[in-house]
């Protein structure tokens, strides 16, 4: 991709804010005005499951629709060369960062809708897509609209939505004359029970971090019944030492001393070593899992055994229903440098078009905006689908808080009090 002056630059954002430059569904092939082949650049980290084979299925019908455009081509898991450029989540926002710095971003990147979308937002590397959507996308959930507007602009295209719950093994489980745990006492009972077999409870990769995070986030579902406190916090209205998240802390913590989770969660990558021992049977559970891995975990799991999902259970005492925490799965923006913004957006029409929605539904995917079930859809799928409906917030936006409760979230999965999570918390709020 060109090189281009920060001059340049500006001047492109400022005529997408002020809407001087129209972006629409394109009338004419891209081709028909360019002196040369356009090829577009997209990064992504989720090659696991199901995503390539969606990303593929937008890729070659815009492909074929605008002839002399092309996405270009990296390796994933979807069999041969696929379109995308895909990258290890572990080191996706330093290579990004580095490419921006360069002033040689990807057209169109995914990102993570924590506090690093806010952060590139305020930094003017992307452009806004508020009058983009008014043409040729769906009408996206309202709640899922607001998680991508910042400043009264839209930022992001969510793809799709999920909800983060529990995998059990259902066989085993019928076995042993388990119920599905509705309490956290009852969740240490299946483990125990689990346990009396030579089996482990919960296996969890947490080297990455994020899924640590996410167990925060599953006790915050239920310590504040307002599912408010994360964003009044990000606002400045309440603590980080708020008594939610310090409880919320000091379950995980509990947990992890009453032995609810298999040994060496920090030493194993989400959907690796996890994956390996739900789907050898050596774990009688998973956690986090959602629509974004399903397939994933099917692959592993085959015939070995049935198995579905439930909730984290809520903490014994509680009287709140049972709920998942979820939000945006994969969302997509457009980068300020990038020379063929107007391509770019067209393609991601595609990723959400009718087809988008076929194919996000044929592989286990939740569309983020309202699109037809097929009777056919598993028991499965409904499920996630149900439990969509009240999944509550998973999200920190302020960047140095949700970095450092990542952090501190490991040292809990290695023994240490949850207080270290509410005391790194705060330390880093008040920078």
């Excluded at 996405?71 to 995308?84: I, P, T, Y």
């Excluded at 915050?220 to 990000?234: E, F, H, P, R, W």
């Amino acid at each position: 991709m060109a090189r281009r002056t920060h001059g340049s630059t500006t001047r492109r954002r400022s005529a997408f804010v002020m809407g001087t430059v129209l972006v629409g569904t394109l009338a004419v092939t891209p081709a028909a005005n360019a002196q040369d082949p356009i090829e577009l650049e997209m990064w992504s980290w989720n090659n696991e499951g199901a995503y390539p084979l969606v990303h593929e299925d937008a890729i070659v019908r815009f492909e074929a629709d605008h002839p002399g455009v092309t996405v270009k081509r990296g390796q994933s898991n979807c069999g041969d060369a696929c379109g995308v450029i895909y990258l290890s989540f572990t080191d996706y926002l330093t290579r990004f960062r580095a490419a921006i710095a360069a002033d040689e971003p990807p057209c169109i990147a995914q990102i993570p809708w924590a506090g690093e979308f806010r952060d590139f937002v305020n930094s003017g590397e992307l452009i806004p897509l508020t009058q983009a959507i008014t043409t040729g996308f769906p009408a996206f959930f309202e709640p899922i609209v607001d998680a991508v507007s910042i400043g009264g602009e839209v930022w992001a295209i969510p793809l799709d939505v999920n909800t983060l719950q529990i995998a059990y093994n259902k066989t085993r489980f019928d076995e042993l004359g388990l119920e599905v745990p509705q309490t956290q006492g009852e969740l240490q009972a299946a483990v125990d029970a689990l346990g009396e077999q030579g089996l482990f409870g919960i296996a969890m990769g947490t080297r990455d971090r994020w899924s640590a995070g996410d167990l925060f986030f599953a006790q915050v579902a239920y310590t504040d019944g307002t599912n408010s406190k994360l964003a009044q916090a990000d606002a400045g209205e309440v603590g980080w030492d708020d008594p939610a998240f310090a409880a919320a802390a000091d379950n995980v913590a509990a947990m992890v001393a009453s032995g609810i989770f298999a040994p060496g969660a920090n030493s194993m990558d989400a959907f690796v070593g996890n994956l390996d021992l739900f789907a050898s049977g050596a774990a009688g559970m998973m956690y986090p899992v959602g629509n974004f891995v399903t397939a994933g975990v099917a692959d592993k799991v085959g015939d070995a055994f049935e198995w579905s999902l439930f909730p984290f259970p809520k903490p014994d005492g509680s009287t709140l229903d049972n709920r998942a925490t979820g939000g945006i799965a994969e969302m997509f923006v457009v980068t300020a440098d990038c020379a063929h913004q107007e391509e770019a957006i067209e393609f991601l029409r595609y990723l959400v078009d009718d087809g988008g929605g076929a194919a996000l539904v044929a592989n286990d995917f939740i569309p983020s905006w309202d699109f037809p079930v097929p009777a056919d859809k598993s028991e499965l799928y409904n499920n996630m689908v149900t439990a969509q409906a009240t999944a509550n917030s998973r999200v920190i936006y302020t960047t140095q808080v949700y970095a450092e409760l990542l952090n501190a979230m490991q040292g809990v999965m290695d023994g240490q009090p949850g207080s270290t999570v509410i005391e790194a918390m705060v330390s880093a709020g008040a920078q």
